[in-house]
């Protein structure tokens, strides 16, 4: 007589997340955990999913993103689990929910008001008590941001920390690692991230050394000062011996297009020579951020009311406006690098402007009868600095030799979502709903530049291995039940850059912790996520 179990994954190939070969197989699950992997036919259970003729995988670990505040608005997680991801990685590029005091905590009411939440915390540690509260579809663990650190202390100015501020920023990681973070975020081409020194990263990265976390790094620049930038992360790493994460690996600007060539060995000489670095990628040829980005770091020098007020100096705006024709600066400059026509803007609210949506700025200046450069600067100022820019700047190639190297892991950069969006529906970017979806058909079913098992692990084993989540990331007995089902035929993104708002296609059932919270597509309502705390390695 079969055996009985709660759930039991039935009538699909078994992808397990570590790159072998799929198996027919079926998956019992009892509560939370999976109980056992077994032949067709041995087991019954209490209820049945039918994976009959999809692929069944470890849910996707999506090792670097945003959701921060987004998951409390929107705990259902929607653009995320429905693409089949069970576990986010938050707190990334310097910028995490906590430590959440002075300018860092006026930064963070700033961000809260566009969700419409309220921030009642002061440490990483109230703000991961907060998420689970509001009980997630998915999975939820942090980094703590250095840039939030810094601005705890010392503000958001240009400043150089003395010896007890310095200290004090210590403490503020060592406290957050204590509570649960998994390592140390660095966001280096964003003011007030970017006045931060070699030797300050390298201070505050010791203090997560202790408790084995990660260094993910948005390193200092990834257009032509791209080995330099990796460099630096590769050094950080090997002085606070910790693990480096560099984040959405690429290079920018068609000038530099093909230096990944280079920056992955030397990523892989760091590796020979003892230092452990990996790092992630997004299957598209365009990033995403602020577009006050674009701006030279002396103009986001003391945060946002200030760099408002220097835009509207026009002795300002010339020294802006030279500055962005210039190659020659210390900063990485985007609109040299690629020119107005490849940054495209979306995120307009005021009525007038709305009509501006996902146009590039060479034509926005056109319709305003002004330079681009003017006109980046007025709409900068019209929005309140609240614009997305998607910058058009990545080689497809380029992609492909990163997504396809041994060391990557597929991430997504983007947000919880849900099909209307979060800050008025309209500023985002398509890796929001379709990353996972996207790199499986694009790169592995249809390219064909690894193979469906290879994508898989890169999505499921590999990111949970290499941030250190226990019990997932595999199909195992004993691993948490953390599973999805797709149809290999169906599988695809439907997001684009002028509709990003759209869930992606094929993905058929969606198991969290052992609660089915999509089913034959569809949200069920689940809320099983759990907010994840790495616990410090016993001596």
Same mark, same amino acid.
């Given at each position: 007589?079969?055996?009985?179990?709660?759930?039991?994954?039935?009538?699909?190939?078994?992808?397990?997340?570590?790159?072998?070969?799929?198996?027919?197989?079926?998956?019992?699950?009892?509560?939370?955990?999976?109980?056992?992997?077994?032949?067709?036919?041995?087991?019954?259970?209490?209820?049945?999913?039918?994976?009959?003729?999809?692929?069944?995988?470890?849910?996707?670990?999506?090792?670097?993103?945003?959701?921060?505040?987004?998951?409390?608005?929107?705990?259902?997680?929607?653009?995320?689990?429905?693409?089949?991801?069970?576990?986010?990685?938050?707190?990334?590029? /310097?910028?995490? *929910?906590?430590?959440?005091? !002075?300018?860092? +905590?006026?930064? &963070?009411?700033?961000?809260? #008001?566009?969700?419409? @939440?309220?921030?009642?915390?002061?440490?990483?540690?109230?703000?991961?008590?907060?998420?689970?509260?509001?009980?997630?579809?998915?999975?939820?663990?942090?980094?703590?941001?250095?840039?939030?650190?810094?601005?705890?202390?010392?503000?958001?100015?240009?400043?150089?920390?003395?010896?007890?501020?310095?200290?004090?920023?210590?403490?503020?990681?060592?406290?957050?690692?204590?509570?649960?973070?998994?390592?140390?975020?660095?966001?280096?081409?964003?003011?007030?991230?970017?006045?931060?020194?070699?030797?300050?990263?390298?201070?505050?990265?010791?203090?997560?050394?202790?408790?084995? /976390?990660?260094? *993910?790094?948005?390193?200092? !620049?990834?257009? +032509?000062?791209? &080995?330099?930038?990796?460099? #630096?992360?590769?050094? @950080?790493?090997?002085?606070?011996?910790?693990?480096?994460?560099?984040?959405?690996?690429?290079?920018?600007?068609?000038?530099?297009?093909?230096?990944?060539?280079?920056?992955?060995?030397?990523?892989?000489?760091?590796?020979?020579?003892?230092?452990?670095?990996?790092?992630?990628?997004?299957?598209?040829?365009?990033?995403?951020?602020?577009?006050?980005?674009?701006?030279?770091?002396?103009?986001?020098?003391?945060?946002?009311?200030?760099?408002?007020?220097?835009?509207?100096?026009?002795?300002?705006?010339?020294?802006?406006?030279?500055?962005?024709?210039?190659?020659?600066?210390?900063?990485?400059?985007?609109?040299?690098?690629?020119?107005?026509?490849?940054?495209?803007?979306?995120?307009?609210?005021?009525?007038?402007?709305?009509?501006?949506?996902?146009?590039?700025?060479?034509?926005?200046?056109?319709?305003?009868?002004?330079?681009?450069?003017?006109?980046?600067?007025?709409?900068?100022?019209?929005?309140?600095?609240?614009?997305?820019?998607?910058?058009?700047?990545?080689?497809?190639?380029?992609?492909?030799?990163?997504?396809?190297?041994?060391?990557?892991?597929?991430?997504?950069?983007?947000?919880?979502?849900?099909?209307?969006?979060?800050?008025?529906?309209?500023?985002?970017?398509?890796?929001?709903?379709?990353?996972?979806?996207?790199?499986?058909?694009?790169?592995?079913?249809?390219?064909?530049?690894?193979?469906?098992?290879?994508?898989?692990?890169?999505?499921?084993?590999?990111?949970?291995?290499?941030?250190?989540?226990?019990?997932?990331?595999?199909?195992?007995?004993?691993?948490?039940?953390?599973?999805?089902?797709?149809?290999?035929?169906?599988?695809?993104?439907?997001?684009?850059?002028?509709?990003?708002?759209?869930?992606?296609?094929?993905?058929?059932?969606?198991?969290?912790?052992?609660?089915?919270?999509?089913?034959?597509?569809?949200?069920?309502?689940?809320?099983?996520?759990?907010?994840?705390?790495?616990?410090?390695?016993?001596?």
């Amino acid at each position: 007589m079969a055996d009985d179990c709660a759930i039991l994954v039935t009538g699909g190939t078994l992808i397990d997340g570590t790159g072998s070969p799929g198996v027919a197989m079926e998956i019992a699950i009892d509560g939370s955990q999976i109980t056992g992997l077994h032949p067709p036919g041995e087991m019954s259970g209490s209820a049945i999913i039918d994976a009959q003729g999809g692929v069944v995988c470890p849910g996707f670990v999506d090792i670097h993103t945003h959701s921060d505040l987004s998951l409390l608005a929107f705990p259902t997680a929607d653009s995320k689990v429905r693409q089949g991801v069970t576990t986010e990685i938050v707190g990334n590029c /310097g910028s995490s *929910a906590g430590p959440a005091i !002075g300018a860092a +905590r006026s930064m &963070l009411d700033d961000m809260a #008001e566009l969700y419409g @939440i309220s921030v009642d915390w002061t440490s990483l540690d109230e703000y991961l008590s907060r998420l689970s509260d509001a009980k997630t579809s998915v999975n939820v663990a942090s980094l703590v941001g250095a840039e939030s650190v810094r601005t705890s202390v010392l503000g958001e100015a240009d400043v150089k920390p003395s010896k007890d501020e310095l200290l004090m920023m210590k403490n503020l990681v060592s406290e957050a690692m204590t509570n649960g973070a998994y390592g140390l975020s660095s966001g280096l081409i964003y003011a007030p991230g970017c006045f931060a020194s070699t030797d300050e990263l390298i201070a505050l990265a010791d203090s997560v050394s202790p408790f084995d /976390g990660v260094y *993910a790094s948005h390193i200092r !620049g990834e257009g +032509r000062t791209l &080995l330099k930038a990796v460099e #630096e992360a590769i050094c @950080i790493g090997k002085s606070a011996c910790v693990k480096v994460q560099i984040s959405h690996h690429k290079v920018i600007g068609f000038r530099n297009w093909g230096l990944v060539e280079q920056s992955l060995q030397l990523i892989q000489n760091a590796n020979d020579a003892g230092t452990d670095v990996a790092f992630d990628v997004y299957p598209y040829t365009a990033s995403c951020t602020n577009l006050y980005a674009v701006l030279p770091p002396w103009v986001q020098d003391g945060g946002r009311a200030i760099m408002i007020n220097r835009l509207r100096q026009e002795d300002v705006r010339k020294r802006i406006k030279h500055d962005f024709k210039n190659l020659d600066t210390s900063w990485e400059n985007t609109v040299a690098e690629d020119g107005w026509e490849n940054i495209e803007v979306s995120g307009f609210t005021k009525p007038d402007n709305r009509m501006l949506e996902h146009r590039r700025m060479t034509e926005i200046g056109m319709l305003r009868g002004v330079d681009p450069a003017d006109a980046a600067l007025d709409i900068l100022l019209e929005e309140g600095f609240d614009l997305m820019g998607i910058f058009h700047e990545i080689d497809d190639d380029d992609v492909m030799r990163v997504i396809s190297h041994p060391l990557a892991i597929v991430a997504s950069d983007g947000e919880t979502e849900t099909s209307n969006g979060p800050c008025r529906g309209t500023a985002t970017h398509p890796r929001a709903y379709g990353t996972f979806p996207r790199a499986i058909r694009e790169y592995a079913l249809n390219r064909n530049v690894v193979s469906l098992e290879e994508m898989i692990r890169k999505m499921t084993y590999a990111p949970a291995d290499r941030i250190g989540l226990v019990g997932r990331g595999r199909l195992a007995r004993g691993m948490m039940a953390d599973i999805v089902v797709f149809d290999r035929e169906e599988i695809r993104a439907t997001s684009t850059y002028e509709k990003p708002n759209q869930y992606a296609k094929g993905i058929k059932h969606v198991i969290v912790n052992g609660s089915p919270t999509i089913s034959d597509g569809e949200h069920t309502g689940e809320r099983a996520g759990t907010v994840l705390r790495k616990t410090r390695p016993t001596d």
